[in-house]
């Protein structure tokens, strides 16, 4: 069976996107900081499904645990098809001079630095087969800054770099690579984001339908089903209420 890993599987994306391949028939390989989720996921997978699921519970911006869960695969989970990047998020919205440093570190230590790591410890094995896919999850907020962005936005656009640049240093070994960006989508982001307040996170998807984490995981499938000799490079999808990261129609 192919198998599938995905960062940041405890929530949102990373758990639709786990259902999601796991009902198309692969195996999935599931990571995240929260065991007991991690853990119920895994169970759902196999009942749901019938299919095997390996929950890792480990920080991804800790280099030495991204290198020694993969180095410590099971021989019959080593041979990854699919690595979603997907563990991240935005912490703080606040104008550049007050925002807080610990949280930029957060961002590029999550987004982009847990991306890094994870993705030199997986490719060796797709370089020897010659043949694997990369799916980076980025952002609008990659493409376009916008006011009080300012730490996300330089996470998200440096994975937009990242993937730009994998997919070319990659190409002789046969590895796709898909960068994702999507706009508003409603999940646990906001709630983190805000750090708890709930009124704030609601506010950000009021007036409109913002996407679900179940239209990402669609997307995320339908750019891995594609034959052999096709690559989505870069997809930017929106909900039908917002055309950028600063148009949102909202009571419309
Ligand atoms: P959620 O907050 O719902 O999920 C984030 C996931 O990342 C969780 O599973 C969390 O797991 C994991 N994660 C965060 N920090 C760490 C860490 N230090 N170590 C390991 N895992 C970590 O948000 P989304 O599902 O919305 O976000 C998924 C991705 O999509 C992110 O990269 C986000 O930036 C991006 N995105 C989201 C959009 C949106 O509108 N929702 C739009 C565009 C992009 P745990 O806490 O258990 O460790
Ligand atoms: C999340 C979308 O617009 O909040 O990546 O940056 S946005």
Redesign the pocket.
């Known amino acids: 069976m192919p198998i599938l890993l995905v960062?940041?599987?405890?929530?949102?994306?990373?758990?639709a996107i786990a259902l999601r391949f796991a009902k198309e028939g692969y195996d999935i390989i599931i990571?995240?900081?929260?065991k007991d989720?991690l853990e119920s996921l895994a169970a759902d997978i196999q009942k749901q499904f019938g299919r095997k699921a390996l929950p890792l519970c480990?920080?991804?911006?800790n280099r030495e645990a991204c290198f020694e869960a993969i180095e410590n695969l099971p021989a019959e989970w080593k041979d990854i098809d699919i690595l979603v990047n997907?563990?991240?998020?935005?912490w703080g919205r606040d104008r550049f001079d007050a925002a807080d440093l610990d949280d930029w570190e957060t961002m590029l230590d999550?987004?982009v630095k847990?991306l890094m790591y994870m993705t030199k410890a997986v490719i060796p094995g797709m370089i020897e087969k010659k043949k694997g896919h990369i799916i980076n999850?980025?952002?609008?907020?990659g493409s376009e800054v916008y006011e009080f962005g300012n730490g996300y936005n330089a996470a998200?656009f440096a994975v937009n770099a990242f993937s730009k640049s994998m997919r070319i240093d990659l190409l002789p070994y046969n590895i796709k690579v898909t960068h994702i960006a999507?706009?508003?989508?409603e999940?646990?982001?906001s709630l983190?984001r805000f750090k708890g307040d709930e009124a704030k996170a609601a506010a950000i998807y009021a007036g409109y339908t913002p996407m679900t984490?179940d239209d990402i995981a669609d997307i995320v499938y339908y750019t891995a089903s594609l034959p052999s000799h096709v690559c989505i490079n870069h997809l930017e999808v929106t909900p039908t209420a917002q055309a950028s990261s600063y148009y949102v129609f909202k009571n419309g």
């Not at 960062?7 to 758990?15: L, P, Q, R």
């Not at 480990?58 to 911006?61: M, T, W």
């Open positions: 960062t940041g599987a405890t929530s949102g994306f990373g758990k990571t995240g900081r929260r989720r480990f920080d991804i911006r997907n563990a991240g998020g935005a999550t987004n847990g999850m980025g952002s609008i907020a998200k999507p706009g508003a989508a999940t646990e982001f983190v984490a």
